[in-house]
DNA sequence: TATACACCTTTACGTTACGTAAATGTCAAT
DNA sequence: ATTGACATTTACGTAACGTAAAGGTGTATA
């Protein structure tokens, strides 16, 4: 199948003008240009197209997607292996984001002191995993493995066997909270035991506990039906 | 406490050339200037950027923040909750760009052929959404609620009913998995139920089944370590 | 056959959110 | 008194397009 600016645009959802600039830039070209001057794209360039879009996604500036796509040792499999991994990675910092937001939510309306460094928490380790995509190996290259490593545990804060521990806790959550729905009773003593949990859990995280604070989450939780999915259903990829 | 441009650029993890932007654009006064020029920010300037951080994060336009924050009735608590909302939302689109990917990978290990038009479906979809995050309701009170539904669930390709089984499908999968782990025989009648209800799931958004691609989209999810977690615990927000 | 209209072209300047450099002043410690 | 890490302003550069101008192309319809 071949197309017209106009056609591949509406395809892949961007604009006419993309294309005439990734031409321009010599990021991709069409197949051929017609009589009239008019560009034509071919299979080839589509699969190119997707390629790049993906790339676009992850953050990468053109001119680095242009080195990538035009090495010879590309291989199309391996990278989109890479992709998958890049974008997983982005869903994790998306549910620290998440946490994060939740934290501030919670200090607000328990009247909890969240320290400034905590209110950044979430952007910081964007910015982590941004350089790394960005920049990919070379960081690591240039200052070594284990000093990448030890900073990023750092800035979560906690050894490894804290945050073995603090997963741990989760699961346990998760499943005396099936338990608890099960019996459909929110004073039985599964119910209160998973609010225990949760609430141990919760500290690992937070500044400092309080009550008011716990019980505006749960609240929080409640109201968002969104939320109550994950502890009703569980996630698919 | 009271911070200084390097400061603060510290604390937020953004550098201070982007602090003294904000200054210039009026974005992000400091509160005071001391006797040898400095931009010196309080309590509450700390507690703005963090809000003009989180707008940024979900891709608001510095003016357009302007605006938002300098509202008279702009409420921080609201504002938190509907950020919330926004990052659980693109959580969603990275799910489905996930599961565009893994198609596109199975795909091309099993010999499927994937139309033109699905290689872009998860690239359509978050321009969507990121076209109701940038200009909000504004498109919905032009065109109407219903208008935009419609334009959204065409081009997820399904009638609503077919979405309902879809999603179904995907927790019966998941309840049979684990039974099938818990007996720990992937040769066992769950584990071959398991991979029936999988096979039928996959038909719902695949353009063809063939034996070769399930079996390469399976041997990734197990290479993929963070995948098995998937199905062997669940995922806590 | 003419006209309408939606497509295509190139050239070129504008925009956003900073990056970067230059030239210079400030402050705490040795 | 000097060093070195901080601060300041001014100002030009950059990425990835947006947008407008001025015009050619292709096909359906009056």
Same mark, same amino acid.
């Given at each position: 199948?071949?197309?017209?600016?106009?056609?591949?645009?509406?395809?892949?959802?961007?604009?006419?003008?993309?294309?005439?600039?990734?031409?321009?830039?010599?990021?991709?070209? &069409?197949?051929?240009?017609?009589?009239?001057?008019?560009?034509?794209?071919?299979?080839?360039?589509?699969?190119?197209?997707?390629?790049?879009? /993906?790339?676009?996604?992850?953050?990468?500036?053109?001119?680095?997607?242009?080195?990538?796509?035009?090495? &010879?040792?590309?291989?199309?499999?391996?990278?989109?292996?890479?992709?998958?991994?890049?974008?997983?990675?982005?869903?994790?910092?998306?549910?620290?984001?998440?946490?994060?937001?939740?934290?501030?939510?919670?200090?607000?309306?328990?009247?909890?002191?969240?320290?400034?460094?905590?209110? /950044?928490?979430?952007?910081?380790?964007?910015?982590?995993?941004?350089? $790394?995509?960005?920049?990919?190996? #070379?960081?690591?290259?240039?200052?070594?493995?284990?000093?990448?490593?030890?900073?990023?545990?750092?800035?979560?804060?906690?050894?490894? $066997?804290?945050?073995?521990?603090?997963?741990?806790?989760?699961?346990?959550?998760?499943?005396?909270?099936? #338990?608890?729905?099960?019996?459909?009773?929110?004073?039985?003593?599964?119910?209160?035991?998973?609010?225990?949990?949760?609430?141990?859990?919760?500290?690992?995280?937070? &500044?400092?506990?309080?009550?008011?604070?716990?019980?505006?989450?749960?609240?929080?939780?409640?109201?968002?039906?969104? /939320?109550?999915?994950?502890?009703?259903? #569980?996630?698919?990829?």
């Amino acid at each position: 199948m071949e197309y017209t600016v106009k056609g591949l645009s509406k395809l892949a959802g961007i604009i006419s003008r993309t294309l005439r600039y990734y031409d321009e830039i010599g990021l991709l070209k &069409p197949t051929r240009i017609n009589s009239s001057g008019y560009r034509i794209y071919g299979q080839k360039e589509i699969d190119l197209l997707q390629q790049i879009l /993906f790339y676009r996604e992850l953050g990468v500036s053109l001119s680095k997607i242009k080195e990538i796509i035009h090495d &010879p040792s590309f291989d199309i499999d391996s990278a989109l292996i890479e992709h998958r991994k890049a974008l997983i990675e982005r869903r994790k910092q998306l549910d620290l984001l998440i946490s994060n937001l939740d934290k501030t939510i919670a200090s607000r309306k328990g009247g909890i002191k969240m320290s400034d460094k905590e209110k /950044f928490q979430g952007f910081k380790q964007k910015m982590i995993e941004e350089n $790394e995509r960005k920049y990919g190996k #070379e960081i690591r290259e240039k200052y070594g493995e284990d000093a990448v490593n030890k900073s990023n545990a750092k800035i979560l804060g906690m050894t490894q $066997e804290q945050y073995n521990e603090w997963t741990n806790l989760a699961s346990q959550i998760t499943e005396t909270l099936k #338990e608890a729905f099960a019996t459909g009773d929110p004073g039985s003593e599964l119910a209160q035991k998973a609010a225990d949990l949760h609430k141990q859990w919760l500290s690992f995280t937070w &500044p400092s506990y309080s009550k008011e604070a716990h019980a505006g989450l749960a609240q929080m939780y409640v109201d968002d039906e969104r /939320f109550t999915k994950y502890y009703d259903k #569980e996630q698919l990829v």
